[in-house]
């Protein structure tokens, strides 16, 4: 079974710094591409970044690109989004997302606040 369980966000201010980790058991994660979308209130849901699994090639969204990071360890089955010079705009709930069979499966999510 599936789970993603996403921890490490909270409340920062403008310019500041959060890592964010997805911890995801119960499948083989090393072979899955693993992704970080994000949902602001009143929002659609929109993709961060996406990391592939064996050489670990990233792709990010043009608003985080040169700001956020995505990486993973594969021995931790764990993938990780840290996030620099957050502006507010990047307030949101950020989503632990993976397509396994066809079929796509999101944690719970961890709320991102940026404000002074």
């Known amino acids: 079974q599936v789970q993603l369980v996403e921890s490490g966000g909270g409340l920062v201010q403008p310019g500041g710094s959060l890592r964010l980790s997805c911890a995801a058991p119960?499948?083989?994660?090393?072979?899955?591409?693993m992704s970080w979308y994000r949902q602001a209130p009143g929002k659609e849901r929109e993709f961060v970044a996406a990391i592939t699994p064996t050489y670990g090639h990233t792709n990010y969204a043009d608003s985080v690109k040169g700001r956020f990071t995505i990486s993973r360890d594969n021995a931790k089955n764990t993938v990780y989004l840290q996030m620099d010079s957050l502006k507010p705009e990047d307030t949101a709930l950020y989503l632990c997302?993976?397509?396994?069979?066809?079929?796509?499966?999101w944690g719970q999510g961890t709320q991102v606040t940026v404000s002074s």
């Open positions: 119960g499948f083989t994660f090393s072979i899955y591409v």
């Open positions: 997302t993976v397509d396994v069979a066809g079929r796509r499966h």
